[in-house]
Nanobody, 123 residues
Framework: QVQLVESGGGVAQAGGSLRLSCAVS????????MGWFRQAPGKEREFVAT???????YYADSVKGRFTISRDNAKNTMYLQMNSLKPEDTAVYYC?????????????????WGQGTQVTVSS
């Protein structure tokens, strides 16, 4: 069984930084694409960033230039470095894994999900 566990959420001031981690167990991490999503209160879960097994990346326009997704296949861990945070970045952040190598930007294309970690950005 695949398990994804996020960590690193918390409270930051606008303009600050946070780094999220996602530890994966239960399958070959290096062979699948991974992604980060977020969900603010009253809103649908939305795509943030994705990374292929080989390190190719793609970002939502709202975070491009501020967030960086990366992975360490040796540690079975994915990261999201969030800089220049804005109050509108406040949400529960989820990591997700696909069952294939190509990246995707929609919720339905990810099979495995973490429990989420809260990120709150104060103005």
């Amino acid at each position: 069984q695949v398990q994804l566990v996020e960590s690193g959420g918390g409270v930051a001031q606008a303009g600050g930084s946070l780094r999220l981690s996602c530890a994966v167990s239960g399958r070959t991490f290096s062979s699948v694409a991974m992604g980060w999503f977020r969900q603010a209160p009253g809103k649908e879960r939305e795509f943030v960033a994705t990374i292929t097994w080989s390190g190719g990346t793609y970002y939502a326009d709202s975070v491009k230039g501020r967030f960086t997704i990366s992975r360490d296949n040796a540690k079975n861990t994915m990261y999201l470095q969030m800089n220049s945070l804005k109050p509108e970045d406040t949400a529960v952040y989820y990591c997700a894994a696909r069952a294939s190598v190509g990246f995707a930007t929609t919720v339905g294309n990810y099979r495995y999900w973490g429990q989420g970690t809260q990120v709150t950005v104060s103005s």
